[in-house]
DNA sequence: GAGCGCTTTTGATCTAGCTCAACTCCAAGC
DNA sequence: GCTTGGAGTTGAGCTAGATCAAAAGCGCTC
């Protein structure tokens, strides 16, 4: 149950969890098989989560079926703090997913009783404002191309650059990240294929090498 | 210079600036003429304003100038505190408007010496991520006339749903806040009033009544 | 290692929303 | 009053991306 599937190499954002958490980290570890719910929108927020290794998307969905996923959460990640008391979305595993757990309880407690707490945690919510208003812009004013651009560099940046980029998530997911279709956001990435500014490495098509950060960067605009 | 365009009825929100600023409100008065720039993107955020009249809306660009507007900002409400220490977006007049500014510094070294402000400021910064949540879910996944009936009840709740809807924006404003362009908001808006779920009050576009608010929400979805 | 199911790609067609353009309606200035 | 200009509406046609469909590729399980 807990075989990993890929190998975590010390995410850049790893000190916040121990940050907020303190030291002596008092939680415990669970794993997530491959499509299953870590919290439902409306629930109360009981725990907080920093992901080990696998990913996590958060999404809202619209009574029809419409789905907006908000953000992925990568190794490294912290998520189900920012809500607020009670989760404005629903999160659940992408692939197998290992995480730590917290209560949350424990969490703002502890945040109480340390000066620098309180303003980590504002730091963590302003870093999630910001991501939500750059997607904001991308949401509402990029053509297909330029979102998939910009969603390989953004992948491409929390993974530190590496040199072949894994997307633990399928081309639907991708495609209501960035508010498109599943066949649209293959399209786009054949077209950043046919424009050698992206191969696909091995047999599966979730693993890629960026041929050209800065061309991809320019398209991005 | 000061002559107001609206009258104000004491806004749901109006508790914002005296809880974070203190009583004996140490700020000045100023107001900014339809268009004018109160702040830009990149800049550092060195006050932090309160609309007393008028609307503001915060926007980013694309190099090319496709633009997507944030929000909205109206009497009573609070803006450029959320950045942190540099602009992330620009900030201006969508009509005259007077605001209330007072230093960035003076707040935040306020608020320091203070309990409950941390915990204001962080439940500002989070109704604001809230507000980018639902709003990604519009961009991205919400039709036309979706997105406009969301609109119109935002716009509704947030002036505590008057008798005559007053919308201090141009089309173009809502277009760009809602990812679409001013010809598909105009004809969205005529389908609506074709359908009976609104009408335009007196000579302006701008003045509208809400017939159906409930069929309004069934658009939303 | 054959078969099955899921994912992805690619092609063909359709359509919601964009673009371009004309016209109306105010509001402001002279 | 007349003129000018910005804002809004409406129409006609276009296009980016959606939808529908088929086939190919991969990773399971047995």
Redesign the interface.
Known sequence: MLSMTRTVSRPANDGQFAALVGEQVCCSEFTYRRGTEVFGEGEEAEYVYQIVSGAIRTY?L???G???I?SFHLPGDLFGL?N?AVH??TADAVIQTKVRITSRRHLLDRIEHQEAG?AS??TL??R???H??????L????TSVEKVAAFLLEMDRRQDHPDVLSLPMSRRDIA?Y??LTLETVSRALSTLRDDRMLRFDGQTQRQLVLLDRQKLAQLD?
């Not at 939500?132 to 812009?137: D, V, W, Y």
């Open positions: 809202k619209l009574c029809d419409r789905r907006q908000n920012e607020g404005r979305f309180q945690l504002l919510v302003t999630n404002l910001q939500a208003e750059n997607h904001m812009l949401l509402g004013r990029k209501d960035l508010g605009a």
